[in-house]
């Protein structure tokens, strides 16, 4: 890997334990520590105007990820880069511009938005927070704002109380879009809401994404939604990145057995209910050694339980598996 | 490699789409609700066969839930403002009483709810809460609550049965709190289940366990079940029938397998163009816009949303046909 300094972000071997004390003191006698790795080695870039879609079953890690990317919670090791220095350790003019260059978009929109303060306000709020809007043209940037995520500039005046869950994400657009940002983050941005709802906000995000240039890094369980939004995807797992690549080739040959499970188990029209994927995601608590998926993966041979599979790469794609599965070799 | 689950289908060619097959375990028929102002049911009636699997799909505040509450006696009441019937095996359930209810709820219907933690008691263990209705409702000993509580946890799949038992809901992942629960709802052998979203708050993966389980206790048991679902994609791979309700009233209806592959109703077709595939590459969402439930509002509810409305639309509402395999709703089908 060359010429990395137009990445955004940069995770070089980031982990992320915490330590969750005596939980079973009874067991392990007082003082017993235990840790659980929320993220054990993560690798990851994300370069201007790229999208990466972050996937995997709840518990993988992938709230972990972003709040290391957003400063929220420094890597217990590993180093997390924004523009090359280390995110937790920005200071003044980069810390101010941390904050505007990188927007996030939350999972509870209304739960988010202070529900006294009118959509002019909120939307407004980052632009007064940064400076960066002359008092006399508040009004008309909000107005543009809102025109940008499909509201009426009438909507100004209203509280988010009265709006639609779907009207209340596109405020939280606008207003993540406010302070002009680099990169657009969200995490599960879309749950909840009707698939017609869900549809319109997916284009919406989309096209924003590509008119602007802003890159996104996209957290979903729901690999329609990955595949429509992101070029890129990155397949979680307690903890690691298991498979990663464009998200089409990634989808449509899956190396990892992971990845192939999640694609069953995506419903898929007039297809018969596929064998699903058995069990649940373990606690990251005392990993078994090998593979850390062999407990239920179908494709585990013996020596899956003795070897943890580090993410090779192959070309463009990687992946963390000993036995990975057949794929067409990558066209061109 | 992956096994196909069989699912029963009605055969579309042949098939009488009437809402009223002969063999019927529930016939709704003409089922409105209105409180206050608002006609929150508007004339739905369909039918299920036992052993058969339908699915209620439509937008938030389409009626869904209000359709499965009345079918397990648990709307608000008084029941005032209810109109029409439901004939659960013969028996109209719109004119139970409380009494009638006690030997139905619970026994011969049963039902999942969407959140499985809030549906559950959090001050109980697993074990009090399957152990009673066996008890009060089979009239089961203590011991032989337990046997069986065993055997339905394991029959759920929850690894270590006897052990869980003892354990509260919170102690368990949002998947397996949501297999206690079907495991609860199975303990009477009911004829029919309803499940309200049992999985819009789990993992897909979970979610595939999750409706395969229900399937197969369900088909095992010859017991219908009627899904409250969200993703059409989902309901044409887990149910026969398909009910698309849009404010209060039946859009389109018919075996699933006819609606899904070729819809007519704009409003399906609608839907079904929001559901995203992996190769998905263009999505033309619906526009924004709820239901009126005015009662005294005339026309298509569908008419301020719908790209197809003709004229007459906003006037007249279309009455429920029988075309082409299925019932209709519509003046200006698509195709
Ligand atoms: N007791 C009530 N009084 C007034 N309106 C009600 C009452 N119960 C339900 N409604 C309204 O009836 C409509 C149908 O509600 P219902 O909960 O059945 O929708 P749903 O299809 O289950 O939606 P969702 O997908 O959000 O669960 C909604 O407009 C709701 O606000
Ligand atoms: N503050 C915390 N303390 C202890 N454990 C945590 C904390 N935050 C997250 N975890 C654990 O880290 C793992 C990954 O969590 P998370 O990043 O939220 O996953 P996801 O977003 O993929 O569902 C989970 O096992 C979770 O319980
Ligand atoms: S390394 Fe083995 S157990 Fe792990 S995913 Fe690959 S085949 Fe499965
Ligand atoms: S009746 Fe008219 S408005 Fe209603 S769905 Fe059909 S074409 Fe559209
Ligand atoms: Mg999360
Ligand atoms: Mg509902």
Redesign the interface.
């Known amino acids: 890997m060359s010429a990395t300094s137009t990445d955004i972000f940069r995770l070089l071997d980031v982990e992320k334990t915490y330590d969750i004390g005596r939980a079973s003191a009874s067991l392990f006698g007082a003082g017993k520590r235990r840790k659980l790795a929320a993220l054990d080695g993560v690798r990851l870039t994300v370069k201007p105007g790229e999208s990466l879609a972050l996937v995997g079953?709840?518990g993988s890690g992938k709230t972990t990820l972003l709040r290391v990317l957003l400063g929220l919670t420094a890597p217990t090791d590993g180093r997390a880069l924004f523009r090359e220095k280390e995110i937790a350790e920005l200071k003044g003019d980069d810390r101010d511009r941390f904050a505007r260059d990188v927007a996030l978009i939350y999972q509870d929109a209304r739960g988010s938005l202070n529900p006294r303060m009118t959509v002019l306000d909120l939307v407004a709020e980052p632009l007064d927070h940064h400076g960066l809007c002359p008092r006399a043209e508040r009004r008309d940037r909000v107005a543009a704002l809102l025109q940008r995520v499909g509201l009426p500039a009438e909507m100004m005046g209203r509280y988010t109380s009265a709006l639609?869950?779907?009207q209340v994400r596109r405020v939280a657009i606008a207003r993540a879009l406010a302070s002009n940002p680099s990169v657009l983050v969200a995490d599960e941005a879309v749950s909840?809401l009707?698939?017609?709802?869900?549809?319109?906000l997916?284009?919406l995000l989309r096209d924003l994404q590509r008119d602007m240039g802003v890159s996104l890094v996209f957290i979903t369980?729901?690999?329609?939604?990955a595949?429509?939004l992101c070029e890129r995807i990155a397949v979680m797992y307690l903890g690691r990145i298991v498979e990663t690549g464009a998200t089409r080739e990634v989808?449509?040959a899956p190396a990892h057995p992971y990845t192939r499970?999640?694609?069953?188990?995506?419903?898929?029209?007039?297809?018969?209910?596929?064998?699903?994927?058995p069990g649940?995601i373990p606690s990251p608590i005392d990993l078994p050694k090998g593979c850390r998926f062999a407990g239920r993966c179908v494709e585990a041979r013996d020596d899956c339980r003795l070897t943890d599979p580090a993410l090779r790469a192959d070309g463009a794609r990687a992946f963390a598996c000993l036995h990975p599965l057949d794929r067409p070799r990558a066209l061109g | 490699?992956?096994?196909?689950?069989?699912?029963p289908r009605s055969d579309p060619a042949g098939a009488t789409p009437a809402a009223a097959p002969a063999d019927a375990l529930l016939r709704v028929e003409n089922l409105s609700l209105t409180r206050g102002e608002k006609l929150i049911l508007d004339d739905v009636s369909f039918a299920l066969k036992r052993g058969a699997t339908l699915a209620l799909v439509g937008?938030?505040g389409a009626g869904k839930s209000t359709i499965a509450l009345a079918l397990i006696g648990l709307l608000a009441r008084p029941q005032v403002g209810l109109d029409g019937r439901m004939l659960f095996d013969g028996a109209d359930l719109a004119t139970s009483s409380e009494r009638d209810w006690l030997r139905l709820r619970g026994r011969r219907i049963s039902m999942i709810f969407q959140d499985a933690s809030s549906a559950l008691n959090p001050c109980f263990t697993v074990g009090a809460q399957l152990m009673t209705p066996l008890r009060r409702l089979l009239g089961l000993s203590k011991a032989q609550a337990r046997k069986r509580a065993v055997e339905l946890l394991e029959g759920v799949g929850l690894s270590d049965a006897e052990s869980r038992l003892d354990a509260y809901p919170h102690q368990l992942?949002?998947?397996?709190q949501q297999r206690v629960m079907i495991a609860i709802a199975l303990s009477t052998n009911p004829e029919l289940l309803l499940a309200d979203e049992p999985t819009?708050a789990l993992?897909?993966?979970?979610?595939?366990?999750i409706?395969?389980l229900i399937?197969d206790e369900t088909r095992k048991r010859g017991a219908s079940c009627i899904f409250v679902l969200?993703?059409?994609?989902?309901a044409?791979?887990?149910c026969d029938e398909i009910v698309v309700l849009y404010g209060g009233q039946v859009m389109e209806a018919g075996p699933a397998?006819t609606v899904?592959?070729e819809p007519l109703h704009p409003y399906t077709v609608?839907?079904k163009?929001?559901?995203?595939?992996?190769?998905?590459e263009e999505?033309e969402?619906?526009p924004?816009g709820?239901p009126s439930f005015a009662s005294k509002r005339p026309g298509c509810r569908f008419a301020p949303r719908c790209a197809s409305a003709l004229e007459k639309c906003a006037g007249e509402k279309p009455p429920l046909i029988e075309t082409r395999g299925r019932r209709l709703a519509c003046w200006n089908p698509v195709a």
């Open positions: 079953e709840s639609s869950g779907g909840g009707d698939v017609s709802t869900q549809a319109q997916l284009k369980h729901d690999l329609g939604v595949a429509y989808l449509t499970a999640l694609l069953n188990a995506s419903p898929k029209f007039f297809a018969p209910i596929a064998e699903p994927l649940e | 490699m992956a096994a196909a689950l069989a699912i937008e938030s992942s949002g998947g397996m819009s993992d897909v993966t979970i979610q595939a366990q409706v395969r399937l969200h993703d059409l994609a989902l044409s791979q887990a397998e899904l592959r609608g839907l163009a929001c559901v995203l595939e992996i190769d998905t999505l969402p619906l924004s709820s």
